[in-house]
Nanobody, 122 residues
Framework: QVQLVESGGGLVQAGGSLRLSCAAS????????MGWFRQAPEKEREGVVS????????YYADSVKGRFTISRDNAKNTVYLQMNSLKFEDTAVYYC???????????????WGQGTQVTVSS
């Protein structure tokens, strides 16, 4: 079993930045691709970004490309999401996820974190 714990959410003005962290435990971290999903009120959950186990391949949804950056530190069992130029529409609960897949997480990854709220004020 893999446990995921997110941190770093909060309230930020439009145009600002936040960095989310997700600490993993209970598994061999490098064997899992990691990613972030988000869910806004009354909207479906969407996959935002993901990264392969070695960190050499990444995926970004068009809505965040050029603004968000995913990275991982396998020595610290942690994945990060740097979010820049935040927009009001980025407001959502962000969930860290893990799955033993190639790099892009499926819609239903094996493991989820509890979520962290990101609120962008316009």
């Amino acid at each position: 079993q893999v446990q995921l714990v997110e941190s770093g959410g909060g309230l930020v003005q439009a145009g600002g930045s936040l960095r989310l962290s997700c600490a993993a435990s209970g598994g061999t971290f490098r064997r899992y691709s990691m990613g972030w999903f988000r869910q806004a009120p009354e909207k479906e959950r969407e996959g935002v970004v993901s990264i392969s186990g070695s960190g050499d391949i990444t995926y970004y949804a068009d809505s965040v490309k050029g603004r968000f950056t995913i990275s991982r530190d396998n020595a610290k069992n942690t994945v990060y999401l740097q979010m820049n130029s935040l927009k009001f529409e980025d407001t959502a609960v962000y969930y860290c996820a893990a799955d033993p897949t190639y790099y892009r997480l499926p819609s239903g990854p094996d493991y989820w974190g509890q979520g962290t709220q990101v609120t962008v004020s316009s």
